[in-house]
């Protein structure tokens, strides 16, 4: 299993990525079709009201905005970064979505995997859209499932317990691949905290109780979203 690691690394990275991507563009459309609509109906008389310009959010660095093996001392982790797998985040990003901090957890002796990346969502129109999609999890598990390929997904669920509980708003999915006849459970949660978009997977043997459970490693990285928005 050791020496598949980079496969399914990068399996595990290209598919959240395209997963993300999808999320990306579609919120944006689903935040605008209201507005598209609106603008097909007849103008109604005009009425002056005060007009006030959305706060922005200013650019942060989010480099450091992880989670890292020492946040889970009963767990023998080990971290992993893009760099031992001849990767860079600048070979996630694209035109129109951006990673602005990732970072990766491997426990090999029961072989689980964690893996983590944030986004910002400046504008109040990205934070709308981004809620909207959350509302759509067979969307995401469509756009999660598409990046794997030909991995003979099966078991394909939403995970009702994320709903709306990590963040501010949150939905989770589950699927399991066929990895050269080994069954891995994948279970993935996208979840907005204020200005800042998460995406985390975990990877274990489909069967196996894994060390950290989704959920724990989900409010502990909200907990430090949290904690760095505070400070800034």
């Excluded at 959240?16 to 459309?29: H, P, T």
């Excluded at 922005?56 to 889970?72: I, R, S």
């Excluded at 491997?106 to 893996?115: G, I, K, P, Q, W």
């Excluded at 274990?204 to 894994?210: A, C, T």
Aim: net charge negative.
């Amino acid at each position: 299993m050791k020496k598949n690691l980079k496969t399914l690394f990068l399996l595990l990275v290209a598919s959240a990525l395209i997963m993300a991507c999808g999320l990306s563009s579609s919120a944006v459309d689903e935040a605008s079709a209201p507005v598209e609509a609106a603008a097909e109906k007849p103008a109604a008389a005009p009425v002056e009201e005060p007009t006030a310009e959305p706060t922005p959010v200013p650019d942060m660095d989010l480099t450091d905005l992880v989670l890292k093996a020492n946040d889970f001392p009963n767990v023998a982790f080990t971290e992993v970064s893009l760099e031992e797998m001849g990767m860079s985040v600048d070979d996630l990003n694209s035109e129109d979505f951006t990673v602005e901090s990732f970072f990766a957890l491997l426990e090999s002796t029961n072989f689980e995997m964690v893996m983590g990346f944030t986004t910002q969502l400046k504008s109040p129109l990205n934070r709308v859209g981004f809620d909207l999609i959350l509302n759509q999890p067979d969307t995401l598990l469509e756009s999660f499932i598409g990046g794997m390929g030909d991995v003979n997904a099966s078991e394909m669920e939403e995970l009702p317990e994320f709903t709306d509980t990590i963040g501010d708003s949150s939905a989770g999915m589950t699927v399991v691949a066929d990895m050269e006849g080994m069954g891995m459970r994948m279970e993935v949660v996208v979840f907005r905290h204020d200005s800042i978009g998460s995406f985390m997977i975990v990877m274990y043997l489909d069967g196996q109780e894994p060390p950290l459970s989704l959920m724990d490693a989900a409010i502990k990285f909200d907990e430090k979203i949290g904690t760095f928005l505070a400070s800034q």
